[in-house]
Structures are given as structure tokens and as C-alpha cells.
């Protein structure tokens, strides 16, 4: 992924035009997996940016890059609430760009997401602040493919989930009774009645 690659998803114009090449859903997938790769990389250069605004991120006096900056609040919490992002995401990037730094970079898998990243790299044992060592970048290398050839299983619904989705249903087929005619409300209400009852039974 270059650069040009990157931006074109940031611009309307070029984003339109990569949306009317798409002809097939296997386009659209194609498309989508390069969207997320770029997003991907981007959070790594995010994590390489906190990593420089706030390298100890931890509590005391503020610093950028090591340098204090008197009462000037730079610190990760304080970046966390200037971008809207939450702390312990910053944290997890940062810690990405370190353990995951330009020498091995070009070896991830392009499907690799950045919590995917985390995840494998928490698994090696690597502690941040310290040089990743051989042995754990292996590893998190095996824990990451390991992660990867995973099936992907959707878990299984709630009986709470289902009960909650049938009143919702219920709900809505209510604020369409106009539509339904005069007979359907009352079955609608004792079916909501029926469904309720049974949600605070199995709560």
C-alpha cells in the first residue's frame, strides 16, 4: 500500500471513482480489504505519533519526546480527549508502533487488524519500553498467522437476545397499526404481553 493509496481513500474524488470500478462483490471485498489495510497502516503511523507526543505514557509531569512542557498538558489522557479516541486504544497503538517497529512491518499480513496486532503481541510477552527480542517477535508472528487461519464462528444469540428482539419487533409492527388494520393491534399487544412476561422470567 503507497502512500497515493492511502490518500486516495481520504479524497471524495478518488474515492468515487474507485467505488465505479467496483463491478462484483468480489471487487467490493477487494476494495474493502485495501480500505482496511490503509486504515491499518494509518493506526500504525498513529501509534508512532503517541509514541513521540507521550513516550513514557504514564502519570507525572508532561513531557514531548521526553521534554517537559511546564504546566502545557500533554500527556496521553490529554490526547485521548483532544482526538475523541479512547485512552486505551492510544495506548495499544503506541505500544504496536513499538513492538511491531519498520523492520518487520513489511512482513505483516495484510489482514491484519490492529487489535489483531495487540493480541499477538501481547501473547509474545513483550513488556513495553524494552527491545522486542527475536524470540518474541517469532512468536508473535505464530500467534498472529495462528490468529488468522482461525474459522470465523459467529456466536451464538442470547435466549435474553431473541426475547428483547421479538418485543422490539413487536414495538414496531405497533407504531405501524395503521397500516395493519383494526384486528391486528390487540393480537400484536398480547404477543408483546406473552414475550415481556417471558423476558422478566428468564432475567
Known sequence: MTEETVSDFNDLGQLEQ???QVKSWDDGLQLAADMRKADDELKLGLGDLV?????SRKGGRPAINGVPEGSRMQTLTALSGAMDIERSELSNLANNAEFWNLTV????????????L??????????????PTPRQV???FDALYADAEKPHET????LESMVKGVINLCDKL????????SDARPII?????????MAEWIS
Do not use: H, V
Open 18 to 20: 474507485q467505488f465505479r
Open 51 to 55: 509514541r513521540y507526543l507521550c513516550p
Open 105 to 116: 512491518r513489511g512482513e505483516l499480513p495484510a489482514s491484519a487488524s490492529w487489535r489483531a
Open 118 to 131: 495487540a493480541k499477538a503481541r501481547k501473547a509474545s510477552g513483550w513488556k513495553p519500553g524494552q527491545p
Open 138 to 140: 517469532a512468536d508473535a
Open 155 to 158: 456466536p451464538e444469540r442470547s
Open 174 to 181: 405497533l407504531a405501524r397499526r395503521s397500516e395493519l388494520g
Open 189 to 197: 399487544e398480547r404477543t408483546r404481553k406473552d414475550w415481556k412476561d
